[in-house]
Nanobody, 126 residues
């Protein structure tokens, strides 16, 4: 089993940067596809970015492409999301999630993910 804890959220001005981290406990992290999702008040949970278990393939949503970068360090059981050029519409609670299937193509579907962190708030002021 994997347990996930996000950190790094906060308040930042538009145009600024933040790096989110997701610390994973459990020996199966390196076998899991990993993803970042976000949920703004009154909206559904939204896919942000995902990465395969081996880090070879990465997908990101059109809304963050070119601004956000997902990465992982299997030796440190850590998932990261580097967020640059932040916009007010990026304001949300950000969640990391683990996909136990360990496929070669990272999923964008929340229902494919088995374990979720508690979330970290990101607020971007205009």
């Amino acid at each position: 089993q994997v347990q996930l804890v996000e950190s790094g959220g906060g308040l930042v001005q538009a145009g600024g940067s933040l790096t989110l981290s997701c610390a994973a406990s459990g020996r199966t992290f390196s076998h899991c596809g990993m993803g970042w999702f976000r949920q703004a008040p009154g909206k559904e949970r939204e896919f942000v970015a995902a990465i395969t278990w081996n880090g070879v393939r990465r997908y990101s949503s059109d809304s963050v492409k070119g601004r956000f970068t997902i990465s992982r360090d299997n030796a440190k059981n850590t998932l990261s999301l580097q967020m640059n050029s932040l916009k007010p519409e990026d304001t949300a609670v950000y969640y990391c999630a683990a996909d136990f299937r360990g496929t070669f193509y990272p999923s964008q579907e929340p229902t494919d993910y088995d374990v979720w962190g508690q979330g970290t708030q990101v607020t971007v002021s205009s």
